[in-house]
């Protein structure tokens, strides 16, 4: 196996030419929210659309290929990740556009930039996504949602480029969305969301986002290294009352354990690797089980190699 810290990569040289970047051996503890995990062994950073479909279309088939959002809910294993991790980081992909009450947003504009966008164009009903971490494109693929909404409820296209570098649009009915989940082959890459909308008031529509910034930061922790929610809710359940009732609210492992703040988050003390982080999760995925015969699924998607020892 290619050794991802000690060698160059033999994959620069069969790469197609593209006006973007590509990064060798890039650390992914820079990209992510837990900190953790090796680096990858090609980075991809496109100019804008043109150049991701023009990649899309020309790159080595043979070569394993992911994209990643803004980190938030993203675990990294030590070993790395072999092969292209793409990242829209270009300011091509942070744009957006407002025709009527429909916005479109490029997939890398964070949720939290969306604060001001709204408050300037004075659209209401994405007050939700403002407060969730990450960026426009991993919303779509998890489904995010809080406080009784879900992208689902305010999407209606997906702007992609497929496996050929074709850029297709996307009508929601197509995105077949559901609890935390989408349908996405994973070599197709979302470049931008259109939403939506209906007027508001700019007033109104801070307060809405204040008062669920306040319950977030009463119920969850924050300035601390962590992922957001662990573990998806069974349906008709809570994980986090899962986890309490399994004796799993003070576990550590390594450098990592259960927030006090929330059980249903896992955070970094500050030198936790990925497979503390990992392990940790097991152990109460093991545990819940054992208690309730109920197996919690992993909500933080977990990417990457073991690190050989």
């Known amino acids: 196996m ?181 349908f996405f082959p994973e070599d197709w890459i979302i470049t931008a969301i259109t939403f939506q909308t209906h007027p508001e008031k700019p007033q109104t529509i801070l307060e809405k986002i204040n008062e669920m910034k306040s319950k977030r930061q009463k119920s969850q922790p924050h300035n601390v290294k962590t992922a957001g929610s662990t573990f998806k809710n069974p349906e008709g359940l809570k994980a986090w009352e899962l986890i309490k009732k399994s004796g799993c609210t003070d576990l550590s492992i390594g450098g990592a354990k259960v927030s006090e703040k929330h059980c249903n988050f896992l955070v970094n003390t500050g030198n936790a690797t990925a497979k503390d982080i990992e392990d940790l999760g097991e152990e109460i995925i093991k545990r819940v089980k054992a208690e309730t015969a109920i197996t919690l699924e992993w909500e933080v998607k977990k990417i990457g190699i073991n690190k050989e020892a």
């Not at 496109?46 to 290929?65: G, V």
């Open 2 to 182: 290619f050794n991802l810290f000690k060698e160059k990569s033999p994959i620069l040289d069969i790469l197609p030419p593209v006006r973007g970047k590509y990064k060798e051996n890039e650390p992914m503890k820079k990209h992510t929210w837990f900190a953790v995990g090796g680096p990858a062994e090609i980075m991809y950073l496109p100019a804008d659309k043109e150049d991701l479909s023009f990649f899309m279309a020309n790159r080595p088939r043979s070569l394993p290929l992911c994209v990643i959002g803004g980190g938030s809910n993203l675990l990294v294993r030590d070993g790395g990740i072999p092969g292209i991790v793409i990242k829209l980081d270009s300011p091509a992909f942070r744009k957006y556009k407002k025709e009527g009450d429909k916005l479109t947003c490029g997939a890398g504009l964070r949720n939290i930039d969306l604060v001001s966008i709204l408050l300037k164009e004075e659209c209401g009903g994405l007050e939700f996504l403002t407060t969730i971490p990450g960026a426009i494109g991993g919303s779509i693929k998890t489904n995010a949602g809080c406080y009784g909404s879900e992208v689902k409820d305010v999407i209606i296209s997906a702007e992609v480029i497929n496996d050929i570098g074709e850029i297709k649009e996307i009508p929601v009915e197509d995105l077949q969305l559901s609890y935390r989940s989408s």
